[in-house]
């Protein structure tokens, strides 16, 4: 499947609609269905400003920033984006070209979620079947081709 690995810079104490703005940027995606989330605070760095920013103990608190990443369909960023634009929150992104997909044994599990699975082979899903007859698995909801 091909989409965009969709990257939002926050500070760690940002907040938005009293929540903080990585929390409300995690729910707000899982709200329009994507697959999946991560939030990952920063142990340094440095923006425009060029100071450098270390998770130390007497460092000020919310001054690290907190990165989170969402691997999505061009229209799952493009709502995402969209939104965060409509709220008013000030984030840094970057958005780049992915290719994705599930390989190895856990690719037999549907994934689940309030989405489609777009782009999921979905040959005997919902149907029922105990067998599926298209690759013999034992799962109704084989996702195998």
């Given at each position: 499947?091909?989409?965009?690995?969709?990257r939002l810079?926050?500070?760690e104490n940002d907040r938005l609609h009293?929540?903080?703005?990585?929390?409300?940027?995690?729910?707000?995606?899982?709200g329009l269905g994507v697959r999946g989330g991560s939030a990952f605070r920063a142990v340094a760095g440095f923006g425009r400003h060029h100071v450098l920013h270390e998770e130390r103990f007497f460092e000020l608190?919310?001054?690290?920033?907190v990165e989170v990443e969402f691997i999505v369909t061009d229209d799952e960023a493009r709502q995402l984006l969209e939104?965060?634009?409509r709220e008013g929150l000030r984030v840094f992104y970057a958005r780049t070209?992915?290719?994705f997909g599930?390989?190895?044994a856990s690719a037999r599990r549907w994934p689940r979620g309030n989405h489609s699975g777009e782009g999921l082979d979905r040959h005997c899903l919902d149907k029922g079947e105990h067998r599926c007859?298209?690759?013999e698995c034992e799962r109704a909801s084989c996702i195998r081709g």
């Open positions: 499947m091909d989409g965009s690995f969709l810079y926050v500070h009293g929540q903080l703005a990585w929390e409300w940027l995690l729910k707000q995606a899982n608190a919310g001054t690290v920033t939104l965060v634009a070209p992915a290719h599930v390989i190895g007859a298209r690759c």
